[in-house]
């Protein structure tokens, strides 16, 4: 899957579906956080995985995986629906009704294998919080981040 396809394939999965605003999902959560990660992957990604940044090939899986992160969550594909470059990623970034989120991100965080998961969700938490006013959505949401953000070599 392409770039390219990997929006396709969001923007029909996410089709129909709004936001809590009332908004277009994809256009106004997908699209941005896809656009997103392109734009800030060297800030995403610690220095110590520049790799993710440098190789065109996993750049381009990141991107894929960013456009496609709440596919799972929100819609009836599954995991065959992914190529494999892509679907460890997403599966990831897929919270299970039966898991609370701070366990959630807690497994983002201590899988070392998954610094794109965690570079994505960094991306999806900045999108939601910038829609968010002050509470407690947008304080979980800024622990999330922060979390996500501490011992990484990320500087904050």
């Avoid at 999965?13 to 896809?34: C, L, P």
């Avoid at 899986?61 to 995991?79: C, F, M, P, R, S």
Wanted: proline residues 1%; glycine residues 4%; aromatic residues 16%.
């Amino acid at each position: 899957m392409s770039i390219s396809q990997a929006i396709e394939f969001a923007k029909m999965a996410h089709k129909g579906q709004k936001r809590w605003d009332g908004s277009d999902y994809f256009e106004n959560h997908v699209k941005i956080v896809g656009e997103y990660v392109e734009k800030h992957i060297k800030e995403l990604i610690p220095n110590n995985y520049s790799s993710w940044y440098e190789k065109d090939y996993l750049k381009e899986w990141l991107i894929e995986a960013a456009y496609l992160h709440d596919v799972l969550e929100d819609t009836n594909y599954n995991l065959s629906d992914f190529n494999i470059n892509t679907k460890h990623i997403v599966y990831i970034l897929t919270r299970s009704k039966h898991v609370s989120y701070f366990d959630y991100i807690k497994s983002i965080k201590i899988n070392y294998l998954m610094v794109p998961a965690r570079a994505i969700k960094i991306a999806d938490l900045r999108c939601n919080m910038k829609d968010l006013k002050e509470g407690s959505m947008k304080d979980k949401y800024r622990f999330a981040e922060e979390y996500l953000l501490r011992g990484f070599g990320y500087e904050f």
